[in-house]
């Protein structure tokens, strides 16, 4: 008997629909992410990319059905839960005008570390992240690339289980985004979940084993990649994703 791997992520039969809109955003989804995967979501813009992984962080709670992360049920501030995660959203989530490591502190404290783990997790993230030279100037005056390390290093100052990742090379040069793709290779070789989303397809083609596409809020296509390609008879997840969204504009 096959031995089914322990799951990062189990989402049965869920629903969710914003109070204030009569369409519903999703109905009886059903997802399940194994632990250690390099994990890719994909869809055009308002597909429910982000609505999904809001419901996944607890930022949203579902209507209907029920998501757990390692085991654990997701949304009503549950803060073992939340410990079990980073987020790395594509708007920047610190403060412009304090340094890398002041920002560090404040959201090592806030994820729960003490003085030692934080100051021994900031040396080391700055030093993985280049931005050692930077680590006590605002950031407010760091270029683009640099304010996404700072945002990467915040996501995983608690040294998360599971990583989210909300288009995390957005506007960056090509020598960052080697360096925040290898980052994440390594941060996965040794336990980390991740679960990606980007619209840089030949990036997420690099860094993802496994991959879901949805659409109005309904998953049309998910496994392996090179699985799926094959299934769809396409050679990259670009042409993938062009068949089975189409070439229409999206707001």
Same mark, same amino acid.
């Given at each position: 008997?096959?031995?089914?791997?322990?799951?990062?992520?189990?989402?049965?039969?869920?629903?969710?629909?914003?109070?204030?809109?009569?369409?519903?955003?999703?109905?009886?989804?059903?997802?399940?992410?194994?632990?250690?995967?390099?994990?890719?979501?994909?869809?055009?813009?308002?597909?429910?990319?982000?609505?999904?992984?809001?419901?996944?962080?607890?930022?949203?709670?579902?209507?209907?059905?029920?998501?757990?992360?390692?085991?654990?049920?997701?949304?009503?501030?549950?803060?073992?839960?939340?410990?079990?995660?980073?987020?790395?959203?594509?708007?920047?989530?610190?403060? &412009?005008?304090?340094?890398?490591?002041?920002?560090?502190?404040?959201?090592?404290?806030?994820?729960?570390?003490?003085?030692? &783990?934080?100051?021994?997790?900031?040396?080391?993230?700055?030093?993985?992240?280049?931005?050692?030279?930077?680590?006590?100037?605002?950031?407010?005056?760091?270029?683009?690339?640099?304010?996404?390390?700072?945002?990467?290093?915040?996501?995983?100052?608690?040294?998360?289980?599971?990583?989210? +990742?909300?288009?995390?090379?957005?506007?960056?040069?090509? &020598?960052?985004?080697?360096?925040?793709?290898?980052?994440?290779?390594? +941060?996965?070789?040794?336990?980390?979940? +991740?679960?990606?989303?980007?619209? &840089?397809?030949?990036?997420?083609?690099?860094?993802?084993?496994?991959?879901?596409?949805?659409?109005?809020?309904?998953?049309?296509?998910?496994?392996?990649?090179?699985?799926?390609?094959?299934?769809?008879?396409?050679?990259?997840?670009?042409? +993938?994703?062009?068949?089975?969204?189409?070439?229409?504009?999206?707001?």
């Amino acid at each position: 008997m096959a031995v089914t791997p322990s799951l990062a992520i189990s989402i049965e039969q869920m629903g969710f629909k914003y109070p204030d809109n009569t369409t519903v955003s999703f109905a009886d989804l059903n997802l399940q992410v194994a632990t250690g995967t390099r994990f890719g979501l994909f869809g055009p813009n308002g597909a429910g990319k982000t609505t999904l992984m809001n419901l996944m962080t607890g930022v949203l709670s579902a209507d209907e059905g029920s998501i757990k992360l390692l085991g654990q049920e997701t949304g009503n501030q549950n803060k073992e839960v939340n410990r079990l995660f980073g987020f790395v959203p594509q708007d920047f989530s610190f403060y &412009q005008e304090l340094s890398p490591a002041e920002n560090l502190e404040f959201f090592g404290a806030w994820a729960g570390l003490n003085k030692i &783990q934080i100051a021994n997790r900031t040396d080391e993230l700055l030093h993985i992240l280049g931005l050692e030279d930077v680590r006590d100037k605002p950031v407010e005056k760091f270029s683009g690339g640099m304010k996404r390390r700072v945002n990467l290093a915040i996501g995983v100052i608690h040294n998360p289980q599971i990583l989210f +990742l909300d288009e995390p090379t957005v506007g960056v040069d090509v &020598q960052t985004r080697t360096a925040i793709i290898s980052y994440l290779r390594t +941060l996965n070789d040794n336990g980390t979940t +991740l679960i990606y989303t980007s619209h &840089q397809l030949n990036e997420a083609e690099d860094l993802c084993e496994q991959i879901a596409m949805i659409d109005e809020g309904k998953i049309i296509t998910q496994g392996a990649i090179g699985d799926v390609l094959k299934e769809h008879k396409h050679e990259s997840l670009e042409e +993938l994703f062009i068949n089975l969204t189409g070439k229409a504009y999206r707001n």
